[in-house]
């Protein structure tokens, strides 16, 4: 959690329709994941979020309800184990009540030479940055059918579309879940069902910045970016609320790009 829910309230913008809606984030005790529950949270949402990670998790619970927002529910959730995380699903739906806001985020980007990939790392990247986006999706869309409509949010990523060597695990998940998200909102839009992808470009997590950001990779954001600035997960944030809440009504199977105009 980076701070950004509450960072120049006022400025920003709030979301009546995101008031009491349960959002479900996947992935979501550090990085992308924390920002995007502090910010649905500090939207009056009923937030409920997995992870694997428990320290944090709890953490962010904690930090969350210190403001004054409604707490979040965690939930230890493993996203590989995709029956496990199906039956979670529905745990969090019978505590909360019918998810009509999905974010799957939960994704791992290993880097590794073509080479060094065997059949099972090949597997255990697809297990983590694609499969569990479907399961997700297909566990909550009868209840977002059932309440009238629902949006459901896949994370893409920048290194689908531009050149970085060492994560072809990672890009093809990623590319496949620009294509998921064109299917899924082809054919669940009937039932008012939104599908919609966020592709972030290089984002300023603590991750990220311990390390991957270095004198090297600030020159290419530097070189690379239309605008001179670094990417921040409220950024990001942002955008995913708006695409959340019912003031994009009629937007769906699009990619949404936040890379400071890298792409």
Request: net charge negative.
């Amino acid at each position: 959690m980076n701070g950004g829910a509450g960072v120049g309230a006022g400025r920003f913008a709030t979301y009546p329709s995101l008031r009491d809606a349960v959002v479900l984030v996947s992935g979501g005790a550090t990085g992308l994941g924390a920002e995007f529950v502090a910010q649905f949270a500090a939207q009056g949402a009923r937030v409920a979020f997995v992870d694997v990670q428990e320290e944090p998790a709890r953490e962010l619970v904690e930090a969350v309800a210190a403001t004054g927002a409604p707490r979040p529910l965690f939930r230890r959730a493993d996203v590989t184990d995709l029956e496990g995380y199906r039956r979670v699903i529905g745990e969090v739906a019978g505590e909360l009540g019918p998810v009509t806001v999905l974010v799957n985020n939960a994704a791992v980007d290993t880097r590794r030479p073509t080479a060094e990939v065997d059949v099972a790392a090949w597997d255990a990247g697809m297990r983590v940055n694609l499969d569990h986006h479907f399961v997700a999706a297909t566990a909550v869309a009868p209840m977002m059918r059932a309440a009238g409509g629902g949006s459901i949010v896949n994370l893409g990523s920048i290194s689908t579309h531009v050149k970085l060597r060492d994560l072809v695990v990672y890009r093809t998940a990623k590319s496949a879940v620009e294509g998921l998200t064109r299917a899924l909102a082809l054919e669940l839009g009937a039932d008012s069902i939104r599908v919609n992808c966020v592709i972030p470009g290089w984002v300023m997590t603590a991750r990220q910045l311990r390390d991957w950001v270095d004198a090297e990779a600030e020159a290419v954001l530097d070189r690379e970016q239309s605008l001179p600035l670094r990417v921040q997960p409220q950024d990001v944030a942002r955008l995913l609320l708006w695409l959340a809440a019912e003031d994009s009504r009629a937007c769906t199977g699009q990619d949404w790009v936040v890379d400071g105009g890298w792409m």
